[in-house]
């Protein structure tokens, strides 16, 4: 599907999800927060991330002092739920594959929380992109190049904005520098998920 514009070769979908979607993947989401609830992570260098995580699919990223990886079960012990039909519905409708991604990670992010810039490199096959769906608050999002010195480019995310990284922009330093607290009625205690579909291959 052509996307509505691209940044630094990043396609995006502005307001791919119109209101009632939204609605409806919020309480997809909510269901599987309650099966794989939201965990705080730390990084393997002993940092506590600003974000909460939970993930759907046969496989689930996670973060502790043991490294970063892809596992098959929430760290409560259980298998992921699987990733709700409406949200596999923007996979295969922007991406046109027949493979179906492996997790949708989902991240959780109160007032406050930011991603530090990063790359998506533990997936294994990079020639499958990573979706990106946000759900609720703004939040600047921070691109790059596949350097760690590239120059970057910024641009706020909203509300059932849905963006691709794939090609040469798959394996680009992302981030999240902040959000903007209140500027978004979906959820009602504010802040904003964002969930990423990858294949881990
Ligand atoms: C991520 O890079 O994992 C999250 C990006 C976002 O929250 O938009
Ligand atoms: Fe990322």
Redesign the pocket.
Known sequence: MESAYEIKGVRLWPGWLDRPAQEAMVADIRAVVAAAPLVAPVTPGGRQMS?RMTAAGRLGWVTDRKGYRYDPQHPQGTDWPPIPASVLAVWRALTGLARDPDCC?V?F?GEGAR?GL?Q?RDEGDFSFP?L?I?LGDE?L?RIGGVERSDPTQSVW?RSGDV?LMGGPARLAW???DRLRPGSSTLLPKGG?L?L?LRVVA
Do not use: E, P
């Open positions: 974000v990670l991240n992010y991603m990063h998506d990573v990106s946000s939040a999002f995310l963006l992302h981030g999240i904003r964002n990423t």
